[in-house]
């Protein structure tokens, strides 16, 4: 049987892109992105799974600090990072489905992100 596995990997910025394309080409399944407002920025998670392994790349970014969208490998990611964006305020660049804020009806913008 396979080895029931977790892992976060802390990742850095430059090798983010390099790493979600690996994972993609060893056929891991994105599962889940999760933003998270910490002090004086972001926490993004993006978890993959693969048989019974799971693996999250944790990145952290600066509040100012902008991030691509994975959108060009994973296609599925576009609510997700719409989500991230709209609700904690995180900056995404190219998301190829990009809402600009309207994936939700809320009354106030970025309702998530953290208070200063």
């Known amino acids: 049987m396979a080895d029931k596995k977790s892992e976060i990997k802390l990742t850095k910025k430059e090798e983010f892109f390099p790493e979600v ?7 891991w399944r994105l599962v889940q992105i999760c933003a998270a407002s910490v002090e004086g920025g972001y926490e993004m998670s993006y978890s993959f799974c693969k048989d019974y392994r799971m693996v999250t790349l944790r990145l952290n970014l600066e509040e100012n600090e902008t991030v691509s969208s994975i959108t060009s490998i994973y296609s599925c990611a576009f609510l997700q990072e719409n989500e991230a964006a709209e609700l904690f305020g995180v900056k995404i660049e190219n998301i190829s489905l990009d809402y600009k804020s309207k994936l939700y009806r809320i009354d106030v913008e970025t309702p998530f992100k953290g208070k200063e």
């Open 21 to 27: 394309i690996r994972m993609h080409s060893e056929n």
